[in-house]
């Protein structure tokens, strides 16, 4: 992760991976909210992971899950070719084998394989991404979106008509606080299962 970490602020030189770039701020920000899955993932009992990331950008949560999961499968996608370019040289230069990298937007990238869970971060509104996500993941498969706990009830209300429509529901959502020196935020996965 130091060295992602290290090439994501050489190459914020040149394009706009992030505005983040002090290195606790980062760790907490990035890296541990990226992480956040795990403990949730533990709770609900995963066994063999296939995970799609969409809208990866410089590589979160996929990067941080890769370093901590080599026994996972994950695929990343973004839209913008450099930030995909720049994290598939980065998983290659720090020996990242589980993780693929390929350029591409979620409403336009087809892939015959299927996922059992797929993360967003930062991407949209939660009912775009479930309906989005939902050609893509398996039976029993979940939608993981990374949002801020303080819930939006129109986003919600959106959400919940769009789970419908996909054969989805709304799984309790898992809340996580990260500490960055006396600031406490408060984050939370928002989780839709796909219930045929």
């Given at each position: 992760m130091e060295a992602h970490f290290a090439a994501m602020i050489d190459a914020n030189r040149t394009m706009n991976l992030t505005r983040i770039t002090d290195p606790?701020?980062?760790?907490?920000?990035?890296?541990?909210?990226?992480?956040?899955?795990?403990p949730w993932a533990a709770?609900?009992?995963?066994?063999?992971?296939?995970?799609?990331d969409v809208g990866t950008g410089a590589g979160f949560p996929a990067v941080p899950l890769a370093v901590m999961r080599p026994d996972w499968s994950i695929t990343a996608i973004d839209g913008t070719?450099?930030?995909?370019?720049?994290?598939?040289?980065?998983?290659?230069?720090?020996?990242?084998?589980?993780?693929?990298?390929?350029?591409?937007?979620?409403?336009?990238w087809r892939s015959a394989q299927r996922f059992n869970v797929i993360t967003t971060r930062a991407v949209a509104p939660l009912g775009s991404c479930i309906r989005s996500?939902?050609?893509?993941?398996?039976?029993?498969?979940?939608l993981v979106a990374y949002k801020t706990a303080e819930a939006d009830s129109e986003e919600l209300?959106?959400?919940?008509?769009?789970?419908?429509?996909c054969r989805?529901?709304?799984?309790c959502p898992y809340d996580y606080e990260l500490e960055l020196a006396e600031e406490r935020l408060r984050r939370t996965l928002r989780i839709a299962a796909v219930v045929d």
């Open positions: 606790v701020e980062a760790a907490i920000k990035h890296y541990a909210d990226s992480l956040a899955l795990l709770t609900v009992g995963l066994g063999e992971v296939t995970l799609l070719q450099k930030k995909a370019d720049f994290v598939a040289r980065v998983a290659s230069e720090i020996g990242l084998s589980n993780l693929r990298v390929e350029h591409g937007h979620s409403d336009h996500a939902r050609p893509y993941l398996t039976a029993g498969g979940r209300a959106d959400a919940e008509q769009a789970a419908r429509r989805m529901k709304l799984e």
